[in-house]
């Protein structure tokens, strides 16, 4: 999902970040009074940033011949509100555009809000109606994070499509071109993100369920299933 | 979710990861994929900024990465390690508090009846 630096218009790349920084100002207020509150969140918090360090490091072949990376931003965002993951998903970011050139600085805003606001948005809100829905949580996890990864890369697809827009088929065209590469290879690594969240979610809460939701995070009411 | 579910997708995890990774080791990024297809429907494009890093090689590429994902494993294992003892301290505490409040009510006379 990591648009190449310099490969959006001037206009476009201005407007994303001219979208994402608000998301990520919030973030940080969000992060700063969760921290203040109870000062553990920032261990909890920790292990997500980690998990999606590590998951956008794993650079991952797939079945289509080309090769992708997991997003990480779910778990996180499902747990913590999807305002918390817009400042790991810069932080992230930057780390990869200056020191692999992947992504770019002029492209950071566009990257941003398909890493760290789609993708959290979209494994949020399934995570809650999981719940809601009385959906084991781990399965709700599992649908959560699989979904929000696909989410991040079909926002990517659609930020090209804007700005590459395709000479017969226009916006429309371009997006089912963009996602067309991006969705195939990403099936697969969604599913294996979606497992290994909830298998980390599953150790997390493994004995310490009554000290997370004391931290705020929303979990199945107790006598339920895991 | 239970232990031996929880090892049983531990495992579907590792068969997941081995049939991917050897037959398609070299396989080409969507990201360089997408940056091509951008190329061909606005051929005239041309972009307006250079990484102000530069490329690494694809010798050295794989090992930013690796930095990468073992900086993110040792910051994600120190916090559950952390978590982890902070949990059971917790708990520990707990428990000493109820056997503590136990002992206090055995010791109180049966003033009633």
């Given amino acids: 999902m990591h648009i190449m630096e310099g490969f959006l218009p001037a206009g476009h790349a201005l407007g994303w970040s001219a979208a994402a920084l608000p998301c990520v100002a919030l973030g940080l207020r969000a992060i700063r009074r969760r921290v203040r509150a109870n000062p553990e969140f920032k261990l909890l918090l920790g292990v997500a940033a980690a998990f999606a360090f590590v998951l956008t490091a794993l650079k991952l072949p797939s079945v289509t011949g080309s090769s992708s990376h997991p997003t990480g931003t779910g778990l996180g965002a499902a747990l913590f509100g999807p305002l918390a993951m817009a400042p790991i998903a810069l932080i992230v970011l930057l780390f990869q555009s200056l020191l ?16 760290g606001v789609v993708g959290p948005l979209v494994a949020f809100a399934l995570f809650r109606a999981g719940l809601r829905l009385r959906v084991p949580q781990g399965m709700a996890l599992f649908v959560a994070i699989a979904l929000a990864d696909l989410a991040t890369y079909l926002t990517t697809a659609l930020q090209l499509a804007l700005a590459f827009p395709d000479p017969v088929g226009g916006v429309a065209g371009a997006f ?5 590469i991006f969705a195939l290879t990403q099936v697969p690594l969604a599913l294996g993100e979606g497992v290994l969240g909830a298998l980390l979610f599953t150790r997390l809460i493994s004995g310490n369920a009554r000290e997370l939701r004391a931290l705020g995070v929303p979990l199945a009411p107790q006598g339920s299933r895991p | 979710m239970s232990r031996w579910r929880c090892r049983i997708g531990t495992l579907l995890c590792g068969v997941w990861w081995c049939l991917l990774m050897p037959p398609l080791a070299a396989a080409a990024g969507t990201d360089e994929q997408a940056t091509r297809l951008a190329q061909t429907l606005v051929p005239d494009y041309r972009p307006w900024f250079a990484p102000l890093s530069g490329a690494p090689s694809a010798e050295l590429e794989p090992w930013f990465f690796a930095l990468q994902a073992v900086l993110g494993l040792a910051a994600g294992a120190a916090c559950l390690v952390l978590l982890h003892r902070r949990a059971r301290a917790q708990r520990s505490g707990r428990r000493a508090e109820g056997r503590a409040m136990n002992a206090e009510s055995l010791d109180a006379p049966q003033g009633r009846g």
């Fill in chain 1, 100 to 115: 692999l050139a992947h992504g770019g600085l002029t492209t950071l805003g566009a990257n941003v809000f398909s890493l």
């Fill in chain 1, 176 to 180: 089912a071109k963009f996602a067309g």
